[in-house]
């Protein structure tokens, strides 16, 4: 069976025993990262939170850098990621974590800036080199508006069955955190949130894994439009639930994802098959609001092609559909409820 991709590839990117590192010394690793691309779509409408692509050809719209650095000393470890996200300026990037660890058999034991543990490919977001399409389908991974990590602390515990299955539980509590999100041009929201509560379940073996994930957080909202204040709600509570799945058959590989939140539930499924270097892959997706109307849709077919171990390039077009005065993955109501996106991206690690 080959499970060279994506499984073993998420691997070496996550480990810190991974070719992709440079080993500064026994207990230190330096790993990066990265992501660029053309992309351009048929409506002026911006399309992706966060990275807003538009009827003009964007080079900037994906570009993406991290570093990470790891320090290991017995069971304990220090790590820290440096993320030039999509949204972000080369000189205002983001910590995405740093945190204190500490592996005791069973049990890991985190403290500090942590990832959300919600989805699939959530440890590993930014690495486009980890996951086969241009993107992580977005009516699943943008559904708490890009979100990605939080600052509190978790505890994993890990039990394997025999040589074949492997189970993980993480409860995890976030503290009193603040950011701000720019929705779009004209539209900045502001959030405070003063507590954070989640459970993350893993269950894995050799050609499969699945991914169960339970949050609820309590917040203050404010939204500032055309930087002028609009309106501030008090107390909000959110609770989401996300369920996936990913199985190898061979060289086939089928994927599928699912969160249900407050104000809306969304889900895809994804199928590649790898052929030699190249891995073509199709992917169907919905985003639908809590009254059951549909709000958006997308069909995606593309390709990707290993130029070396830890280089990619994906070919792809996505096709995004808002139902009518929906937004969709549109950042505002599309005057057009259809667009036609196109992207050449490059992956990278090292």
Not at 58 to 81: I, M, N, R, V
Not at 96 to 122: C, M, Q, T, V
Not at 196 to 216: A, E, H, I, M, Q
Request: proline share 4%.
């Amino acid at each position: 069976m080959n499970r060279q991709h994506p499984l073993l590839i998420s691997a070496l990117v996550i480990s810190p025993l991974s070719l992709a590192n440079v080993d500064v010394g026994d207990n230190i690793a330096l790993s990066g990262f990265g992501s660029t691309s053309w992309a351009k779509s048929d409506n002026p409408t911006p399309l992706l939170i966060n990275r807003e692509i538009s009827d003009t050809s964007c080079f900037d719209c994906d570009t993406t850098f991290g570093l990470q650095l790891d320090l290991f000393y017995e069971g304990f470890k220090a790590s820290a990621q440096l993320v030039k996200r999509p949204q972000d300026k080369w000189s205002d990037p983001e910590l995405e974590w740093a945190y204190l660890a500490y592996n005791n058999d069973h049990w890991n034991f985190k403290i500090g800036r942590l990832r959300n543990p919600l989805f699939l490919y959530s440890e590993y977001y930014y690495v486009g080199q980890a996951y086969t399409p241009a993107r992580p389908p977005e009516e699943v991974y943008n559904s708490i508006l890009g979100i990605t990590f939080y600052e509190g602390a978790s505890v994993t515990y890990s039990h394997d069955f025999g040589d074949q299955y492997t189970l993980s539980l993480t409860p995890f509590a976030g503290l009193e955190d603040s950011r701000q999100i720019e929705l779009n041009d004209d539209t900045l929201l502001e959030l405070e949130t003063d507590q954070l509560l989640g459970l993350n379940v893993t269950f894995s073996s050799d050609n499969y894994r699945w991914n169960f994930s339970y949050l609820k957080s309590k917040y203050d909202q404010k939204v500032t439009l055309f930087n002028r204040f609009v309106e501030e709600e008090k107390d909000n509570t959110i609770e989401l639930f996300s369920l996936g799945t990913e199985y190898e058959f061979n060289s086939l590989t089928l994927s599928a994802e699912a969160q249900k939140n407050d104000r809306n539930y969304s889900w895809y499924l994804l199928a590649s098959n790898r052929i030699e270097q190249w891995t073509p892959y199709i992917s169907f997706a919905q985003q639908l609001n809590n009254d059951d109307g549909l709000n958006g849709q997308s069909v995606r077919v593309g390709t990707r092609y290993d130029i070396h171990y830890n280089v990619s390039l994906n070919l792809e077009w996505q096709q995004f559909y808002a139902n009518d005065q929906q937004t969709g993955e549109f950042i505002a109501t599309p005057n057009e409820q259809d667009a036609n996106l196109f992207t050449v991206m490059l992956n990278f690690v090292f």
